[in-house]
């Protein structure tokens, strides 16, 4: 029941409520928690609410690190497992 | 899924084991805690112990919300359900933790008891609105992630001016269970642990949206022990790993964060001010496994008093000692593992669980048997019979 995932915002309502989509699928959930998100943004879906906003660039960043060090022990010949 | 299907990529998991093995000293141990039942379920499923050196282990921690109910909240609220005859909402896996007498609220369901299963706090309230004429108790539990949602609901709740709604809180605090689970450890070599050994912490991911890094800042200064706050996926895990093992080498102990895209030292301001608006801090609250720890939960306040459970219905709580066998308790300290369990995959499975760690899929029982019982069988080789075979 902690699973929480994250969602687009396609479509702002009133009383802080949003259409999300997921895998094509649409819900309603309340952005109650979070100031300022905007249509378009990816926030985190936990039990009906987002928790928070999900920073695209620093997933790129993750991502781009994860890809580095790959890379950087190949450049090295490590022996692979 | 964005921001899903990246961070489970096959090729780069293989180049972070690589890392990781380069990085181990073989000459020493690794013993790390994932806290959250989120991560122990992903570590089950995606075989992460499979990819890891053996002198790396992973101790699964009591950050599974229905697993650290105690027997005694449960029958609290089969009592509301049962004898107060409320409409009692909660979130789907507390329906089948097991109660006295294994008993469960679903059974209660069964046996007539208006219990029903929401999604969202939003949904209790609703439920609320539609039936001015019955009360509605949302049977509110979990870690700081759906603490939120109820105080949310609670505030709502007020300003609808709703006369047939209350909570019944039962929020724990992850800083509090972890600084029972370091209590539990003593220092390596002194023999007296009765705890896990524990080196380092993997920390959660949403717990750590909404109350930021800081709250874990006492393990590294008081505990000496580094934390690396993971995200929720395979990839996260690994590089927290990494992370958490060059840190050991180094012999440093920081907060450090891998969920940079959605956590930051301070958390979510609005969730936490929303938080402390409708709740108090509870002087104690009994843990399942870990016992009563002091200021480790919550309860709602006297502002919101008239949306308080506890205070609309008498309901006394009795502490209830767990099924003599189920090894539960010592599972979420970290002290043993499912497999240790002469009741696993026997007496207890999945579809009708003894304790609460076989009930939700982030429980460290049922992730093991779901996912990791094959493992078992193979490491047991083709003479021996595998655990609880
Ligand atoms: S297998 Fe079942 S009985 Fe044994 S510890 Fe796990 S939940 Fe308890």
Redesign the interface.
């Known amino acids: ?6 969602v ?1 915002v396609e479509r702002l309502l009133d009383n802080e409520m949003a259409v999300v989509e ?2 094509g699928l649409r819900k309603e959930i ?1 952005l ?4 300022g998100v905007r249509e378009g943004d ?1 926030v ?1 879906l ?4 987002a ?6 660039e ?2 790129e ?3 781009a ?3 580095e ?3 950087r ?1 190949d450049d090295l010949g ?1 022996v ?2 | ?4 299907d ?2 489970r ?1 096959g ?2 998991a ?6 990781i ?2 990085e181990v000293r073989p000459s020493r141990d690794y013993h790390l805690m994932e806290f ?3 991560h122990t ?1 992903a570590v089950s499923r995606y075989g992460i112990q499979d990819l890891l050196p053996p002198n790396v282990r992973l101790i699964h921690g009591p ?4 697993c650290v109910l105690p027997i005694g909240r449960i029958d609290s609220a089969i009592a509301l359900a049962q004898e107060h005859d409320v409409i009692l909402c909660t ?4 329906l089948r933790v097991p109660a006295s007498e294994r008993r469960s609220l679903l059974q209660a369901k069964a046996a007539g008891a208006d219990v029903r299963m929401v ?5 209790a309230l609703r439920i609320a609105q539609e039936t001015p004429d019955r009360e509605v108790v949302f049977f509110a539990i ?2 700081e ?2 603490t ?2 109820t105080a ?1 609901a609670v505030r709502q709740a007020k300003a609808l001016g709703l006369k047939n709604f209350t909570a019944f809180c039962n929020h724990v605090l992850t800083p509090a269970a972890i600084r029972g689970i370091l209590d539990s450890t003593a220092p390596e070599g002194t023999g007296r642990a009765k705890g896990a050994r524990l080196d380092g912490i993997i920390g959660p ?2 717990v750590s ?2 109350i930021g890094s800081r709250p874990y800042e006492f393990v590294a200064e008081q505990y000496q022990r580094p934390v690396v706050i993971a ?2 996926e395979p ?2 895990v690994m ?1 927290s790993i ?1 992370m958490l093992i060059r840190q050991i080498n180094a012999g440093r102990a920081e907060v450090e964060n ?1 969920f ?4 930051n030292r301070d958390g ?1 301001h ?2 936490q001010t ?1 938080v402390a608006e409708v709740f108090d801090l509870r002087p104690a609250f009994e843990w399942r496994g870990l016992g009563v720890i002091p200021y480790s939960a919550l309860c709602i306040n006297a502002a919101y008093g008239d949306f308080d459970t506890e205070r609309r219905f008498p309901i006394p709580y009795r502490a209830v000692a767990d099924h003599k066998g189920c090894e539960c308790g010592a599972i979420l300290r970290g002290v043993k593992k499912p497999q240790d369990c002469r009741l696993f995959g026997t007496a207890c499975i999945p579809e009708n669980p003894v304790g609460s760690c076989m009930v ?1 899929s ?1 429980g460290a029982c049922a992730a093991h048997y779901t996912y990791g019982r094959y493992r078992d069988y193979r490491d047991a080789g083709p003479t021996r019979k595998a655990v609880n075979d």
């Open positions: 029941m902690c699973l929480a995932v994250p687009r997921m895998d309340s109650a928690l979070v100031d990816y985190i936990h039990v009906g609410y928790l928070t906003r999900l920073d695209p620093e997933a960043r993750t991502l690190l994860f890809a060090l790959a890379n022990l490590e692979r497992p | 899924m964005k921001y899903v990246e961070f990529d090729t780069l293989c180049g972070l084991a690589r890392a093995a380069a959250c039942g989120g379920h950050g599974c919300p229905v979130y789907g896996d507390v999604y969202s706090s939003l949904d979990g870690f992630t759906t939120p949602p949310a991911s949403h949206t909404v995200g929720f990839l996260d590089q990494l891998e940079t895209r959605a956590v979510n609005k969730a929303l939700s982030e």
